[in-house]
Structure formats: C-alpha cells, structure tokens
C-alpha cells in the first residue's frame, strides 16, 4: 500500500490534513472564520505512524445525532445494496421520561488488535496491514464460507450473497493513503467520526475504555476503536433492539454435514469395534455406504459456500482456522475410510488382508474421524456466538456420532448386535443430557444472548425442540425393543431425523454478539 | 444466477470495483462520473449546495459543495443518495387518460386538450371557481410564478392553494400578523452566533440534520429546545423543556409575562419599532409563572431560567418548525414568538431572530411568488396600492386581480366535499398521505368530476385516483431556483433527461396556457425558465423579497444569494431582515399580539385515552414517494412505528413490538408496530407520517387555524388496541 499520507507527513506537509479534499482547495466560507479560530479539527491523522502504532476509529456519542449520513455515505461509496451496511447506527436508551437519555452508536470495523475474523478464515482473505493495522479482506481470495462473520463479536465482516463472498469496512485505506478521509467520516455533518493513532502496546492495557453500552467487550478481540461516551449516562442504558429476537440463518448445507458426517464417523468406529471383537464378516457394505456417505456430506458441505468452486482453498489457513483444520480432518477421514474400504474390498476378492490390517486401517479412520469432529465441533466454540461456545458444542456433535453411527451399522444388516441397540442408547442418552444440561444453562445465564437463545428455544422454537428430545427418546426405545431389519431402519431414519431437527435448531437459535441495532425490526435483519 | 457465479468463478468483481474518481476520489466505480451539475438539493428548506454526478444520461452520485455557505460540504442522508430518486422505477412517463376506469397512454397533445376542455366545462357550468388547484413546494420559483398567473388570470379562479398550508401557513399568516409581511427575518448564521437558542417544536436532527453543524460549532450558547417528546434534539439541549402537548403558546406567555416584569425588555426598541405594548403588558397579567408551570407541566424555574436566559441574551434565536404550525393556534403561537422578539430587541441583529426553519425546498419560493395566500412579491389581495402596482407591471387591468384569497387547502377540499368545487388540478404532492383525517379527503375526490394529478411519479396512492395523470420532470431533470429558509435563492439545474415523455412543470404550464390561449398574453416571448425568473425579478423589485439584483449568473458563481438583493447589491455577508426596525406594516412598527392560550380542541378522555403526536423520521420525506426508491432508507426505516411510554404499555399488556391499532373518533390505522420508549410521556404516543401502508392521517382531524387554515397534525385523542383483538 502506498502511503503519501505518512511520507507527506515525515515530509512536514501538513496542508493534506483536512477533513475532506474539497476543502483544501477553496477559501474557508465566511461563516466559518468563527469556527477556524478555535483549534483545527482535524479527523485524519497529522503525523506519520511510528513503530507499534496504528490507526483506528474514534467515535464521540457526544456528538453524534443519529442522522445515519454515515452509514448512507459507506454504502455509496462502496457501492453496497442496501441490505449490506459496513457501518451501521445502533440506539440506547436510557432514564426515564423527561430525564430521558438516547444516544447512537455509529460503528464500522474496530480493527482489532487480534482479529478474530482474520484468525478463523481459513483462506487468508484477510490480512492486518503490517503500518497501519487496518484489517483487510480479499474479496478475490474469499470463498465465502462465512465463518468470519460467526468470529466477530461486532457483526462486521457481512455475507453478500449476491457476490458470494464476505466484505467488510477497510476504514477506506485507499483514501487514507491518498490523504482524504473515510467516506464516514468526510460525510458526519458533527465531525462524530475520526480516524486516529493508537499506541497498541499501551491500548493492550487500556482497551477496557472502549466498551460502550450496546457494544459487545473490547477483550473479545481487542478492539480498537474509542468511545467518547456522554458524561453520567443513566445506569440503565441499554440497547433498544432487544425485544424481538431473530432466527439465525440455517445453513442447510452445513445442518445435513454434521448429521451425515458425524454418522460415518460413528458408523467406521462401529464397524472398527466389530472388526477387533471378531465380527468382522460383511462390513464392506456398510463401509462402503458409510464412505459414500461422508462424501456426499463433504460434498454437501461445499454447497455452503460463496464460491464452491475455491474451496480447496480451505486448506491454507491451517495454523490458525478451525475450519481449515476441520478441512483436513475431514479429508483425512475420506482418506482412511477410502483406505479401509479398499482393503475390505481386497480381502473380499482374495480374503488375503490380514485381520490386523484392517483393524490398524479401521483404527486410523475413526482416529481421523474423531480428529474431523473435533475441529468440526471446536470451530463453532467463539467467543461471538455464546451459545456455541461451551464444551456442550462438543458434547451435542460427539452424541450424534454415538448415536447415529452404531444406528447405522446396525440397520446394514448388524441387527444382531444388540451392544451396538446399547451404544446408540447411550449416544442418545448423552444427547439428551447435554440439550437439557444447554438449556439449563441457557435459562439460567444473566447474558443476554445466552438467555435470549433460551427466550427463543422455549417459544418459536419450542415445537422443534419437544419434536427433537422426543426423538432421541423414541429412538431409545424403539432400538431397545425391536431389532428386526425395519425396525433397524425405522429407528435409523427417526433418529437422523432427529438429529438434523437438532443441527437446524443449533444454527437458528444462536444469538450471536452483535453492535447495539437500531429498533427497526427489518433495519436488525441487516445487522 | 449464472452458473460462473453460482460455482464461485466469478464474484462481480467488476460490478464491484472501484475507481480513483478526480473528485470523489476513491470511490465504488458505479459512482464515476463523467460530469458533474451543481444544484441545490432537492428535499428541505435547508437548501444545501451539491453536484449530481452523470453518466450517459444516469445520475450516479451526489457530493455537496465543500464551499457551500449553507451546507459546507455536509449533506444529510438523504441528500447523500438523492441520486437514486431519478431513475426509479415509478416515474411517471406519459400521459395517462381515464378510458373506461383504466389509465390509458395519451399524447401530451390528447391529455392537454382534454384536460382544458374538461376544466372549461366544468367552469362553464359551475362558474370559474369550481376548478381548484393544490399546489406544492416543490417545484422551481420560475414554475410557481408562472403557474401563479396561469391559475388566477388563465382559469380565472382563485381556489388555489399549496401543500405549503399544511406546512408553513401558520408562519406565513404569524409573520404578516406581527411583522406586516411573509419573510423569515434571519439567517442561518444567528446559529452559530447567538448565545441563547431556543427550539420550540423543532426537530431538527431528524429534520434539518445539516442545521445541526451550525449549532456544534457554536460552543457558547445555551440551547434550550422545547418539545414534548425526548427527541434527538432535545437530547442536545443545555435545557429541555418536555411541556405538555400544545402548551407552548402558555409557555411564550409566561416568558413574556416575566420578561416584563422582571424588566428584561427592551423599552427603547418597543417604544420605537412597535405598537401594542400597554394592552400586551395588561394581557400578560394573568400569565403568572405559576399558572403557566400548571398549565405546561413544567416548574416555575424552568421557566423563570428560561425568560432570564432568553432576556440577558446577548443574541436570542427562537427557532421553530412544526411543533409550533401544525396548530390551530399556530398563527397566535407564532406571535407569541415574534412578541419575545420584540419585547427584547432580539431581531435584526448577529444572531437574534425569531425564525421559521421551513420544510420543503422551495416553500418559500411559491410563499413569494406563487399567488396563492397572497400575490406575487409579498402583495396583498387587499392593498389597493399593490394590486395598481402589480396591475401596471402585468399590464392588466387591475379588475382580472382576485380581490381575495380564494379557498385555502383544506377549503378547498371542503369545497369538493360540498360540490362547489367540481374539477381539481392537484400538483406534485400526495394528499392520499398527507392530508389529516383521510375520509373527508376521498369523499372530496370522489365527488369531483375531472381530477388532474400532474406528478413525477406514478403509481402513487394520488395518481392512481386521477381521471388524467401528468408526468413532470423532477429536481435533477429541469432547471430553475429553489429558495431556503434563510431567504438564500439557490440554482437548480437540469443533471439528465426525464424519462419518457415526462416533462418539467415550466414545460406544461407553457403548453397548458397555450391550449387556453394564454400564453402570448401571459407569458410574451417566453422559452426558458429564465424568462420567468427576468419578470419575477422585475416584479419583485422594491418589494421586501427584492430579486432585481439577482441572475442567474450570480446564482451559480455565488452558490446561492440571500434576498432581499436590490438591483447592485453585490454584498455576499448574510442578510437579515428588519436590521433597521423598520417593518411591512402601514406605520413601519411590528405588532405586539395579545395572544390567549387554549388547550387543543379534541382533549383525550375515556375512550380515547392517548394524546397523539405525528411527526418524522430522518430517512423519510414527507409522504415517502421518492424515498421508499431510495433502498438504503427504505431499508433503514421500512415502517411505521407508535411509540408509546412503557408504563402505558405495562397497563394494556402491551409488549414491544407487538402489533397494535391506533383509533380515533374518525378512522383507525391497523396493525403498527409498537415501540416502548421512555422519549414520549406516559399519556401520549407518536407515530411518523410518512407511510401509506399504516397511514397516520386515517385518524388525525379536520381542525385547522382560523387564520392560516393550517391542520391541527399534532394533537388528537386516541386509544390503542392489539391488532386482532378487539375490546
């Protein structure tokens, strides 16, 4: 990036610093010689960024009169439909009338110290400019995945399904670095916005001065934009957009991956404990079918994404993306399950693959396996979405396993294996345990994201969710008592029911962390 | 979808991509542009300098002037996407004639010669002041002179008003009251220069949000903003004064009573520059503090801080908008201010003024020249020296000047209701929105026998009713000048072509006078706007609102000049009025008003528990026909809200965001959203007005100023139901 901004600084040409270039050009208007004489207000930086420095927003409440110029200005500028806004006007509230006190939020990206957005993404679409801080997104390396926008705490990285990919709010580094202010900026009729010089070894320790009422903590991700709050706010100001919570989008997509792949897995831990206990005759099917599975469930899972196409891309993010650890988990199980299932074919035809072969092969797939849940079940633990971000997430993925995979085996002609009608028993039961340990919990949390996921679990969603825990009841008792083949599959089929009943009800009860909205219920759906 | 983009390969890169603009800068590339038009936006009455960026003939970006005097490079956020008005989908395009109960394709030929012909029979048979026409604000200065003349002299009637009277009549009627004539005595500037600013019902950060920079660079005043409801301006008050709903008259009273008592006035300017003081003084006798604080809800300090506030300023501005007019008793309330004013000596100086913050963008422009509550140039229908006057520049004879107003707006549509008036010509506004209590207004149009609407979009919910439907040009298509609030004439200018057939206004009053065979007559030798403007200059000269000094180029190299502006006045400083004392009355002196507070006529009881205030949001204009096409305010603000205190809501079991029904003793408005909200008092609820879809004028009322016949929008009783469930 080209930076005139800072050479033009070291240079000691302070003529650029001005809020907007126009007004370089022209002779200040009459009226405003009354402004001039108290000190420049100036909104973009004067000097250059030294070392351990960045730039950030800065945002005084104080002056802000909620007119939304700036939100209106970032869309034009960046060409935007409406429905996406990289700076959004949340409200709070607070006092009671005449003492009343309403004040906005006016936020773009914080640009954090320690981005979780860039943390997560498993193609590195992002990047945290080495001079300025600014957190950057690569609409051209994207894959649309849309983990980045489950990452942040603020909302800020948003889904253009138009394009198929995320964009977010670059603190318009390209006009930074041509000496003009961010479009939000330039556009504040009550110079609420600026753009600053932060010290991030200090705001390490001061960050906490960030935090805002409507503004979820700054020690998420080490925000780093300040607030100027308005002086003795009223102890209950709060944001106004709490009264009517969403469904969170359900990611179809992802809802028939983690039923189906959790099965397979489940399924090759079955099959590989039928292997070492002796019974170990007629597994191909269902390894097979369990393999084909998995792959249509990784197949499936690419349907999620902005651009299918790149989604091999995944795999670069290894050293800090869940997703592309899950990625390679995942793959390392089709991998050992191919493997597997190659071997039983050959000891199919020759009947020559030893035993302890197929068992090592066996084991490896469902370590594999397990590794691909595991990061499958840890990349929704984030801090932003504090529903999913408790060992319960784990917890939930691992009892499908449980559940799902003996289930499976034994509707492929194991029926006579009545431990496998008690492993599924027992992954019915951990699942039981840990929805009603989640809901609990939920109930009892003083965050209001927790409690409002148990707001909406025990109204627009209670149906669902009665539906879901009836299921693994049924399905405990169905695989207890009957074990003809169609039972088998009847139990089969109601418990992967179940279980996508409870992966949707796991993607659209999450409140996620978000800014403070405004109270529009359809100007919310945007946030 | 293409299959490139639904597997990934392409991401609209391009789409997306942006530009090193030489103006913008760097910016999205669908905003370069290859030219840009300076004009003065199009919405308020702030009258905000900008340039429209064209390509081909698209619009495709707005900037604001960053030496503009009003705006300093500032716009709101509707000025920052106006842009996106001009290619909307619904622009009206053609002509469209009634033909068996369908709109049908006319030529403009066909629908003018039709509408002529029908107007003619109509004011054949009912007499010529059975056609009424509704006018605007806004459309250019040189339209509103020019229809102005083709209503009163070519159609020959009278009963013709503007939308202007639901917005602004009770500042115009309040101003000739006290002042002698129309005219807002100050200038933006008295903002950032007077030390005391009081806002009575005045939002400007929703309303007027570039007005706000004036008051954030001023950082030694004390801003004291009366309004019932906490809103966004009040949060920026020093002093907020939550008075009861339509107390404010009592309020100025009482501050009068104490600016008098307490000897606060200013004895040399009253005994100079006005008349009335002694039966003022014994009037406001009975405006005690304590009265007054138990009639508004508001202590007696509050109000002695206020009067001493306002009586030691240095510089006062009392700055008001809709709080105030949409009363029937704004015209008395606008005295009271002025009487502030003059008691004081806070007018006509840096920073003093009682000041009318207008609402459309060219309000003003039809007050001055339109021919509507008075004649051209700020001339009275009942001047014998003004109608000469006027007479001799037309040469006419003074006989074909209306020697009265005709019928207000609200009369007018009375009119229609009682069959006097039987033909309507309704220009560029949307009364199926704006017009209070909705069911007189329907039973007014279906009762006409020839409707004209004449409008820059169609389908809107007026339009679809007319019998003819004219398509106009809009701000960015046509040429001409809007004027603000502070007198300032701004340019506006022709950025792309109207759509299809649409013309602009200028265009089809021509075309319509020729059709009556008028226009030689009225409008020798004219083609262009400018020629309208060269008469009204020549019209205006000596007058109060003087334009003789004023051209066109001026206009562009000054971006915009305050009237008044004698032939060679080349002074750029702002202007104010009355700097000399020196008013529009027969005897030079200003009137001071006796003006009797009373509580507003349909008082809340039993049934109808709720007092309801209507007003605005930011992202909206008025009645949301451009602004629903702009998508990222539709977005920003879809729908209708009522906001109502939580401890009302506790009593009904109401929860927020429920959906509720809002009724009054005339309509009902069905399924809104509910907004508990300690901004608004317990006892009172507040919905904006700009939605068709829930419209709040279903239920407000037909009580209108005796004077300026401007609605009583603000107060009406209500109760509030749940949608569906009826009590």
């Not at chain 2, 072509?497 to 065979?517: H, N, Q, T, W, Y």
Request: aromatic letters at 8%.
């Amino acid at each position: 990036m080209i930076l005139p901004l800072l050479e033009r600084a070291r240079a000691g040409d302070t003529e650029f610093v001005l809020a907007s270039r126009g007004a370089s050009r022209s002779k200040a208007p009459e009226a405003l010689v009354q402004i001039n004489t108290e000190p420049a207000r100036t909104l973009i930086p004067q000097r250059a960024l030294r070392p351990g420095e960045q730039y950030r927003f800065h945002f005084d409440m104080t002056k802000c009169i909620g007119c939304k110029c700036c939100v209106v200005a970032c869309n034009e500028q960046n060409g935007n439909p409406a429905a996406i806004q990289w700076r959004r006007v949340g409200e709070i509230e607070g006092g009671h009338y005449p003492h009343t006190q309403r004040h906005y939020l006016s936020m773009g990206c914080n640009h954090c110290l320690e981005p979780s957005c860039l943390a997560g993404c498993p193609v590195k679409a992002y990047t945290k400019h080495p001079a300025t801080g600014i957190v950057l997104h690569s609409a051209d390396t994207c894959i649309g995945c849309q983990y980045c926008t489950w990452n942040c705490s603020y909302g800020v990285p948003q889904y253009n399904p138009e394009r198929g990919v995320v964009g977010k709010c670059d603190m318009c580094h390209n006009r930074l670095s041509d000496g003009m202010a961010p479009a939000c900026v330039n556009a504040c009729p009550e110079g609420a916005i600026a753009i600053e010089i932060v010290d991030t070894l200090q705001w390490r320790i001061d960050h906490l001065t960030a935090d805002a009422p409507g503004l979820p903590p700054s020690t998420d991700s080490l925000s780093t934009t300040r607030v100027t709050l308005p002086e003795a706010l009223a102890p209950n100001t709060g944001r106004v957009d709490t009264q009517q919570i969403h469904l969170e989008h359900p990611h179809w997509p992802l809802v028939v991956m983690l039923v189906l792949t959790q099965m397979s897995v489940g399924a090759f831990g079955a099959m590989w404990l039928l292997q070492i206990t002796g019974s170990g005759g007629g597994l191909l099917a269902p390894a097979l079918s369990s393999l084909l599975i998995a792959a249509l469930s990784l197949g499936a899972s690419t349907l999620h994404l902005g651009r299918p196409v790149h989604a091999w891309r995944a795999l670069r993010g290894w050293r800090t993306s869940w997703l592309s650890r899950e990625v390679i988990g995942l793959s390392a199980f089709a991998g050992a399950a191919s493997a597997y299932a190659g071997l039983l074919v050959l000891d199919e035809f020759t009947g020559a693959i030893l035993p302890a072969l197929l068992s090592a092969a066996g084991f490896m797939t469902l370590l594999c396996g397990v590794a691909g849940v595991a990061c499958s079940s840890r990349l929704y633990v984030v801090k932003a979405r504090p529903s999913w971000n408790s060992p319960l997430t784990p917890a939930e993925l691992f009892s499908t396993a449980l559940l799902l995979g003996p289930l499976f085996v034994r509707a492929m002609g194991f029926n006579g294996a009545s431990w496998l009608a008690a492993a599924a028993c027992a992954g019915a039961m951990a699942q039981l345990g840990t929805q009603v340990i989640k809901l609990l919990w939920l109930a009892r949390s003083d965050v209001f994201e927790l409690r409002a996921s148990s707001l909406l679990l025990s109204t627009r969603l209670e149906r669902p969710l009665l539906a879901r825990l009836a299921a693994l009841i049924a399905t405990t008792i169905l695989a207890l008592k009957f074990n003809s083949m169609t039972a088998c599959v009847v139990t089969l089929l109601l418990a992967i029911c179940g279980e996508g009943l409870g992966r949707w009800i796991f993607f659209v009860s999450v409140v996620p962390k978000n800014i403070a909205a405004s109270f529009s219920a359809a100007g919310r759906k945007a946030a | 979808m293409k299959l490139t983009r639904l597997i990934g390969l392409d991401n609209l890169a391009a789409e997306y991509s942006y530009v090193r603009d030489p103006e913008l800068g760097y910016t999205s590339a669908k905003r370069a542009a290859e030219r840009w038009v300076k004009t003065t936006c199009g919405y308020c009455s702030v009258g905000c300098g900008m340039e429209v960026g064209v390509r081909g003939n698209e619009a495709v970006a707005v900037r604001a002037l960053d030496q503009h005097p009003v705006n300093r490079g500032k716009l709101c956020p509707k000025g920052l996407s106006e842009h996106h008005i001009i290619a909307a989908e619904n622009r009206a395009q053609y002509p469209l004639l009634r033909v068996n109960g369908k709109l049908t394709r006319v030529s403009w030929d066909d629908a003018l010669g039709e509408m002529t012909a029908r107007f003619g029979a109509v004011q054949k048979k009912h007499g010529p002041q059975s056609l009424g026409v509704l006018s605007t604000g806004q459309l250019v200065t040189e339209e509103f002179y020019t229809l102005g003349k083709l209503v009163q002299l070519g159609f020959g009637t009278n009963n013709y008003d503007g939308n202007t009277t639901l917005c602004m009549a009770s500042a115009v009627s309040g101003y000739k009251v006290s002042f002698g004539s129309d005219g807002p005595p100050g200038a933006y500037e008295d903002l950032e220069r007077a030390d005391v600013i009081l806002l009575i019902g005045a939002n400007i950060a929703d309303n007027h949000p570039i007005l706000c920079q004036y008051l954030e660079a001023n950082r030694e005043k004390t801003l004291i903003v009366a309004d019932p409801r906490v809103t966004k301006t009040a949060m920026m008050a020093d002093i907020h004064l939550p008075l009861k709903p339509r107390t404010d008259l009592a309020l100025l009273n009482g501050i009068a009573h104490i600016l008098v008592r307490e000897r606060l006035i200013d004895h040399a300017y009253i005994d100079q520059h006005t008349t009335g003081f002694d039966e003022l003084a014994r009037f406001l006798e009975d405006y005690t503090p304590d009265r007054v604080a138990a009639v508004t809800g508001l202590s007696a300090e509050q109000i002695y801080r206020t009067a001493f506030l306002y009586g030691r300023a240095k510089a006062g501005f009392i700055g008001w908008t809709m709080g105030v007019n949409h009363s029937t008793q704004g015209t008395e309330t606008v005295n009271a201010i002025c009487n502030l004013a003059l008691l004081t000596g806070q007018i006509g100086h840096a920073g003093a003024a009682p000041f009318s913050i207008t609402g459309q963008c060219n309000a003003m422009g039809t007050r001055e020249t339109g021919f509507t509550s008075s004649m051209p140039g700020y001339r009275k229908f009942d001047d014998p020296g003004d109608r000469n006057d006027l007479a001799a520049l037309w040469k006419i004879d003074e006989s074909r000047l209306p020697a009265k107003r005709g019928c207000a707006y609200p009369d007018i549509v009375e009119g229609a209701v009682a069959g006097r008036i039987r033909a309507l010509w309704i220009i560029a506004t949307n009364p199926l929105v704006s017009f209070p209590n909705q069911d007189v207004l329907r039973q007014a149009l279906s009762n006409l026998d020839f409707l004209v609407v004449q409008d820059g979009y169609h389908p809107t919910p007026t339009t679809e009713l007319a019998h003819l439907v004219l398509p106009a040009a809009i701000w960015g298509e046509k040429e001409g000048t809007y004027t603000n609030s502070e007198r300032r004439v701004g340019k506006v200018n022709a950025a792309v072509r109207p759509p299809g057939d649409a013309r602009p206004d200028f265009d089809i009053f021509l075309s319509v006078a020729e059709k009556l065979g008028v226009r030689d007559e009225l409008y020798p030798g004219w083609s262009k706007p400018e020629d309208a403007f060269n008469e009204w200059r020549r019209v205006s000269r000596g007058r109060l609102c003087d334009y003789s000094g004023i051209t066109y180029q001026r206009l562009e190299e000054e971006d915009g000049v305050q009237w008044p502006c004698p032939e060679g006045s080349a002074d750029q400083a702002a202007r104010r009025l009355y700097t000399d004392g020196t008013f529009q009355t027969p005897d030079g002196r200003a009137r001071l008003v006796c003006a009797p507070w009373q509580p507003f006529p349909e008082q809340p009881n039993r049934d109808y528990p709720f007092v309801l205030n209507t007003g605005r949001t930011v992202e909206h204009w008025h009645t949301r026909t451009k602004t629903k096409e702009v998508p990222i305010l539709e977005r920003l603000s879809p729908q209708a809200w009522l906001e109502m205190n939580p401890a009302d809501a506790q009593k009904l079991g109401f929860r927020s965001h429920c959906r509720v029904d809002i009724i009054s003793r005339r309509g009902r408005v069905r399924g809104v959203e509910l907004r508990l909200t300690e901004i608004i008092a317990p006892g009172q609820v507040f919905m904006p007005f700009h939605y068709f879809e829930t419209n709040v004028n279903e239920v407000t009322q037909s009580a209108f100023d005796p004077v300026s016949r401007e609605p009583n929008y603000k107060q009406c009783a209500v109760r509030v139901e749940r949608t569906g469930v009826t009590s």
